[in-house]
Antibody, heavy 119, light 106 residues
């Protein structure tokens, strides 16, 4: 059974940093492109970043470019999201998700970790 | 690519059929997926490639469309279908989602 378990969320002040982790199991993590998707309170879903299966390529939404870094450790089957210079607009539940091998839809999702950016 | 989803709210009774629409701001071939969101559960992929049912998706769900106009149809609603539904385009980065449709019991 595929499992994606996010951790690392919490309350952080504007301008500070936070690092999210996503522990994957039940599938060959190193064979899949991975992503972070977020959902602000009472809002819809927003894709944040994608990383290729081997970590060789990454892509970000414009509003987080230069502030967020997606990375992975295939030996640990873990996905990361380093978030720097956090802003109140980054307040959201962050979901880890797999891409499919055949396209950029999201077959599997975690249950999310809440990040609140507030002073 | 912007995805304009409608309606944002839908009330229906078990046994009825409903349709949800997504309109893309440019042609995106059939690169659309549909998801179901329920409280306390991981989001569930229902359909990809416009009309291909993900393994495990009940056959009462169907997807159609290509180009700019896409539809998710649920026939003979069951109690477990009342949830929020999102479309997503993956034709080009940045991937974008529709704003969601909340399907409630009438």
């Amino acid at each position: 059974e595929v499992q994606l378990v996010e951790s690392g969320g919490g309350l952080v002040q504007p301008g500070r940093s936070l690092k999210l982790s996503c522990a994957a199991s039940g599938f060959t993590f190193s064979g899949y492109n991975m992503a972070w998707v977020r959902q602000a309170p009472k809002k819809g879903l927003d894709w944040v970043a994608t990383i290729l299966y081997d970590g060789s390529w990454t892509y970000y939404r414009d509003s987080v470019k230069g502030r967020f870094t997606i990375s992975r450790d295939n030996a640990k089957s873990t996905l990361y999201l380093q978030m720097d210079s956090l802003m109140s607009e980054d307040t959201a539940t962050y979901y880890c998700a797999t891409h499919d091998n055949k396209g950029y839809w999201f077959p599997y999702w975690g249950q999310g970790t809440l990040v609140t950016v507030s002073s | 690519v912007q995805m304009t989803q409608s309606p944002s709210y839908l009330a229906a009774s078990p046994g009825e059929s409903v349709s949800i629409s997504c309109k893309a701001s440019k042609r995106i071939r059939n690169n659309v997926a549909w998801y179901q969101e329920k409280p306390g559960k991981a989001n569930k992929l229902l359909i990809h490639s416009g009309s291909t049912l993900q393994s495990g998706t009940p056959s009462r769900f169907s997807g159609s469309g290509s180009g700019t106009d896409f539809t998710l149809t649920i026939r003979s609603l069951e109690s477990e279908d009342f949830a929020v539904y999102y479309c997503q385009q993956y034709d080009e980065f940045s991937f974008t989602f529709g704003s969601g449709t909340k399907l409630e019991v009438k």
